[in-house]
């Protein structure tokens, strides 16, 4: 059974920090491209950021860039995002996904989601 499951998300003031992480199960991580998506209220699902399965090249959205970084430890099965500078706008629910091509970017192009973790910026 494939699993992906998020955690470290939460209540946190603006200019904050938050590290989330997502532990997959069920299938080899190492053969998958990693991507974190975020749903904001009102929003659609937006891709955040993603980490290669081959290279560990990284990508990440312009409204991100800077601030947030993605990492991956194949010998844990874990995929981590660790988010500095957070704004109010980073409010959302945050979602790890898996997918077989290199690299993604889009919802359709997942395989495997978990399911979600609330990220709330505010004082």
């Known amino acids: 059974q494939v699993l992906l499951v998020e955690s470290g998300g939460g209540l946190v003031q603006p200019g904050g920090s938050l590290n989330l992480s997502c532990a997959a199960s069920?299938?080899?991580?190492?053969?998958?491209?990693m991507g974190w998506f975020r749903h904001a209220p009102g929003k659609q699902r937006e891709g955040v950021s993603c980490i290669s399965k081959n290279d560990g090249s990284t990508y990440y959205s312009e409204s991100v860039k800077g601030r947030f970084t993605i990492s991956r430890d194949n010998a844990k099965n874990t995929v981590y995002l660790q988010m500095n500078s957070l704004k109010p706008e980073d409010t959302a629910v945050y979602y790890c996904a898996a997918s077989r091509r290199l690299v993604f970017s889009t919802d359709r192009e997942a395989d495997y989601w978990g399911q979600g973790t609330q990220v709330t910026v505010s004082s």
């Open positions: 069920g299938f080899t991580m190492g053969d998958y491209a």
